[in-house]
């Protein structure tokens, strides 16, 4: 619906209606094939037992670096909690690497590069929560993915985002370290909060279709 709302303002459609059909996610994203793939995953790609997942390109757009900086935040609150980000690099001077040699947190987070679609269940399945800091998505299908894999997601609230992640996500300002890194820290820790958000995240997804 944002998608639609964005086209209506920008091109001038004299009228003609804007129908929204919703993007699906594939098959293999279930909590079945989540939890089968996590571990062989975790040995594949070396995962630490806990850590906070940031998937999709590395760009400025989807602002990695702002994960990093809310990680550092949070890496202070839960000692034995890691950073694993996943994407390709699409700028050569927006990397993740430098970012986290420059916060000092070269022994706590992990750039891996692209991880192959097979891989993406099992991925979500071994994280912790999914850290989604996008600036603007026509979509943001790595929310409704991690959500149908029981990883609980913390997002950003702008143009689409809500929408994907229903009531299932958490929202949170990423532009404000320490107010993304609480929400991070929200669903990491065992608790009612953590377990509602893992249970409603399937359910949510329903939402669209």
């Given at each position: 619906?944002?998608?639609?709302?964005?086209?209506?303002?920008?091109?001038?459609?004299?009228?003609?209606?804007?129908?929204?059909?919703?993007?699906?996610?594939?098959?293999?994203?279930?909590?079945?094939?989540?939890?089968?793939?996590?571990?062989?995953?975790?040995?594949?790609?070396?995962?630490?037992?806990?850590?906070?997942l940031c998937v999709g390109s590395v760009?400025?757009?989807?602002?990695?670096?702002?994960?990093?900086?809310?990680?550092?935040?949070?890496?202070?609150?839960?000692?034995?909690?890691?950073?694993?980000?996943?994407g390709r690099k699409l700028f050569p001077d927006y990397d993740a690497g430098v970012r986290i040699a420059e916060r000092g947190l070269s022994e706590r987070a992990r750039y891996i590069g692209y991880v192959a679609d097979e891989d993406l269940p099992g991925l979500y399945g071994a994280a912790s929560a999914l850290a989604f800091a996008s600036a603007y998505e026509g979509f943001g299908l790595p929310i409704p993915e991690a959500m149908a894999c029981g990883c609980p997601v913390v997002s950003s609230s702008n143009t689409s985002l809500p929408e994907a992640g229903g009531e299932a996500a958490v929202y949170a300002d990423p532009t404000d370290a320490g107010a993304f890194a609480e929400a991070l820290a929200g669903v990491i820790e065992p608790g009612p909060e953590r377990e509602r958000r893992i249970e409603a995240g399937p359910v949510s997804y329903t939402h669209l279709t």
């Open positions: 619906q944002y998608s639609r709302r964005d086209i209506g303002e920008t091109i001038r459609l004299d009228g003609l209606p804007v129908h929204v059909a919703y993007q699906a996610i594939s098959p293999q994203f279930g909590l079945e094939r989540a939890k089968a793939q996590a571990r062989a995953v975790r040995a594949k790609l070396g995962l630490p037992e806990r850590f906070v760009e400025p757009r989807k602002r990695v670096f702002e994960v990093i900086d809310a990680f550092a935040v949070l890496a202070d609150r839960i000692p034995d909690v890691q950073l694993v980000i996943a």
